[in-house]
């Protein structure tokens, strides 16, 4: 397998964007990766569009083909990937091996959903489609009651508090407000949303015990990477970012039937892998994005994937260790909680974040001495996680 | 504007008795407070200019509160709507919510609008409470009806409130059927829906009365959202 | 509908499973029994959450789910009757409507404290 390098990225603010439609956003940001790689006139061999929602929410399929045809890139083999929230790190996974093999050259992957366009209450029970159809989504379950449901037992398990949840919240919109694509530009303050007695208008409970300041926001947007051979990167002038590892995992899918619900299996093999496959470990980290579709995840994801002992993750964030200027930042770009989350945009959206990172090019959000970035995506409850690790080679 | 005092005798709605609402004061998820007070027919002007932009925006009905809501406080600003509040919520002065509504009799009232900057600061939820709150605690109603244009905004009242339909009185707005708020879900439900701090310390009261401040969108996100510059065009 | 909850038993190394799956979660066997569980039956409730922001046509306020570990290993989660429980305490587990989507009516478990 030879060495695949990321030589173009692309995003657009994530948030409420009325008046794009879907294929607007994606076609846009694909063309972003294109120039920002400076490919010119060179083919692009392969096409992967990650997505979870269009057939339901905007009652549209074949998004890479209508993808390829927006941007008139055939013959390209184009594929539609669809991995719940974990779609944006599949297409990426696709892509590598593509080019990995020899396969093919140049591969483009661009990630979006358009989400804000229905109204709040079908979003969530689109979101809810892709919990176990018998066992869970006829209770009426969404993925904050999943979240809420995990959280009260990790919270228990590992003494994680409230205010630990809120200052993952408080971080990542601090950070949100220096990254410019983020969908959340707002500080906050652990006395608005916890201490003061006026916190439970500002910041109610949604799934208990989450509150609202607990979850991430419904967001539209788009991001995307251009993969190719590592070896072009000299030849189109950019830094040689390289896919050091990938691994991926899958747990069961109903919660009830994993012998720990606290136990995020996935996430710790799927991490393992691409370790092992960087040939790294978690110290040589020098950034990270995690999938904080909830703050508990931020903390549960950051013991599970290695960086910190199970049970330690909190204590980290207390001692300020996971803020940009920490030994191991997490969620620089203000995470899924400020940058947004578009589900199918995520996965890329997160590897976009280390590639700025790992170049240099994170503007106000930018992590010093940043060679080696480590990205999550966690699709479902955690049933299907796939990790990525990427590292400056030039 | 010449205004014929004799004439305006014969044309002006009778009141009745009003008393005011309390200002108080709610400290936001920004760590910053938001004063919500009464305000008077002087300060309507200063209030539409604020209003007068949404009247071109479509999208979640904007155009259409923002229209009656206009004419809702021009109206009363010229002493032809009777028995109207309006309430206000600024932070450092600038305007970011407001509430209207009227009593229909001494123990019905008719909730009107609810316009807000739309930045998940939950000025509409502080607000929105504040004037059921005003209409059953302080002007002793009996119920209060509610309809809203906005579809997830009637979802919510309906939900959040488990409000008790009332077919049978058309409300003012027009639009779906009629729901109320009576005092019996009003007290069961406005400990957790209801905060804030009486009174207002004098310096912020100070702030919010010497001016009612347009909330312009660079106001707003560096003001009240924390950012230190403009996002740049991208 | 049925008053029971079916779950299955590995005919090779007795392991209980719901939902169903088509090899057995322990040994990956292919062959089980189906069991009806009898309800009403006593549970220890694992975890819980009480939602706001609910799928739509749920038209109530707030909706309280959990899941409960029964005495012969089976766990499920449910819809409870109260928001006003503690994770370990005992609850009695019915089947009722638990929610309706285009018109079907769909019924499942349901939980009080017992």
């Given at each position: 397998m ?30 972003k ?54 779609s944006?790190?599949s ?23 358009k ?11 689109f ?42 919240a408080?971080?990542n ?36 015990p ?83 579709a ?30 940009i200027g ?10 899924l ?25 994170a ?23 796939i ?8 | ?17 009003m ?6 004061v ?5 760590g ?13 002007p ?17 155009d ?46 008719m ?61 003012e ?24 701090d009486?009174?207002?310390p ?33 | ?28 066997g ?35 789910l ?22 370990g ?26």
């Amino acid at each position: 397998m030879r060495k695949v390098a990321i030589l173009g990225v692309g995003m657009i603010p994530f948030g409420r964007r009325d008046e794009d439609t879907l294929m607007d956003m994606l076609a846009v940001t694909g063309l972003k990766a294109m120039d920002d790689a400076g490919i010119g006139d060179r083919p692009i061999d392969g096409v992967y569009v990650a997505n979870m929602g269009a057939p339901i929410l905007e009652n549209k399929t074949g998004l890479a083909s209508a993808l390829v045809d927006r941007l008139c890139l055939f013959p390209a083999a184009a594929e539609t990937i669809e991995n719940g929230p974990a779609s944006g790190a599949s297409a990426i996974k696709n892509a590598f091996f593509a080019v990995a093999s020899g396969y093919c050259d140049l591969v483009l992957v661009v990630a979006g959903e358009k989400m804000r366009d229905t109204i709040i209450w079908k979003a969530t029970d689109f979101v809810a489609t892709m919990t176990h159809p018998l066992a869970e989504y006829i209770y009426g379950v969404t993925l904050p009651s999943m979240a809420g449901m995990f959280a009260r037992l990790y919270m228990e398990k590992y003494g994680v508090t409230e205010e630990h949840l809120a200052k993952v919240a408080v971080k990542n919109h601090n950070n949100g407000l220096l990254n410019p694509y983020a969908h959340i530009h707002m500080r906050i303050t652990l006395e608005g949303i916890l201490h003061h007695p006026h916190a439970i208008v500002n910041n109610p409970v949604i799934a208990s015990p989450l509150r609202f300041y607990d979850a991430c926001p419904v967001s539209d947007g788009a991001a995307a990477v251009l993969l190719g051979p590592a070896e072009m990167a000299k030849e189109l002038n950019k830094p040689e970012i390289v896919i050091a590892g990938i691994g991926q995992a899958t747990d069961t899918l109903a919660l009830q039937d994993r012998d720990d619900p606290t136990d995020l299996k996935a996430v710790t093999i799927a991490s393992q892998k691409a370790f092992a496959m960087a040939k790294l470990k978690p110290k040589d980290i020098n950034v990270a994005q995690v999938h904080d579709a909830f703050t508990i995840l931020e903390i549960a994801e950051s013991e599970h994937a290695g960086f910190f002992k199970k049970g330690e993750g909190a204590k980290a964030l207390d001692e300020g260790r996971t803020e940009i200027g920490g030994d191991i930042p997490i969620n620089p770009d203000g995470g899924l909680k400020a940058r947004g989350h578009p589900v199918g945009a995520t996965g890329v959206a997160n590897v976009v974040a280390i590639t700025w990172q790992l170049r240099g090019e994170a503007g106000d959000f930018q992590v010093k001495k940043a060679e080696n970035g480590f990205a999550l995506n966690f699709g479902g409850f955690g049933n299907n996680v796939i990790a990525a690790i990427l590292r400056r080679e030039a | 504007m010449f205004v014929d005092m004799e004439l305006e005798g014969i044309m002006r709605p009778p009141e009745l008795p009003m008393p005011p609402y309390p200002p108080k004061v709610v400290t936001m998820a920004t760590g910053q407070q938001m004063v919500i007070r009464q305000v008077r027919r002087e300060d309507v002007p200063a209030i539409l200019d604020a209003i007068r932009p949404t009247l071109d925006i479509e999208r979640d009905f904007y155009d259409v509160v923002g229209a009656r809501l206009y004419a809702e406080l021009l109206s009363w600003q010229k002493y032809r709507a009777a028995n109207h509040y309006c309430i206000i919520g600024q932070i450092e002065g600038i305007l970011v919510g407001i509430v209207n509504g009227r009593m229909y009799t001494r123990d019905v009232g008719m909730s009107l609008h609810t316009m807000t900057i739309e930045r998940g600061l939950r000025v509409g939820g502080h607000l929105f409470s504040a004037k059921m709150e005003y209409q059953i605690e302080y002007l002793d109603q009996k119920e209060v009806l509610i309809v809203a244009e906005s579809p997830i905004g009637m979802r919510r009242f309906v939900i959040d409130f488990e409000l008790e339909p009332r077919p049978d009185i058309p409300h003012e707005l027009g639009g779906v059927p009629s729901t109320a708020l009576t005092r019996e879900l009003w007290f069961k439900h406005r400990d957790r829906l209801v905060v804030g701090d009486r009174p207002v310390p004098k310096k912020l009261m100070e702030v919010a009365e010497r001016e009612i401040i347009t909330p312009t969108e660079k106001l707003i996100n560096e003001k009240i959202m924390g950012e230190k510059r403009m996002r740049s065009l991208l | 509908m049925s008053d029971k909850l079916t779950v299955y038993k590995c005919k090779k190394c007795g392991r209980v499973m719901y939902p169903r799956h088509d090899r057995c979660l322990k040994c990956k066997g292919r062959e089980f029994d189906e069991i009806e569980m009898p309800l009403p039956a006593t549970g220890k409730l694992l975890t819980y959450s009480q939602l706001f922001a609910l799928p739509w046509r749920y038209d109530v306020r707030f909706l309280t789910l959990g899941v409960v570990e029964f005495q012969n290993g089976v766990r499920a989660m449910g819809q409870l009757k109260t928001p006003d429980v503690k994770v370990g305490m005992k609850v009695k587990a019915t089947w009722g409507l638990v929610r309706e989507i285009r018109g079907e009516k769909l019924y499942g478990l349901k939980f009080e404290p017992a």
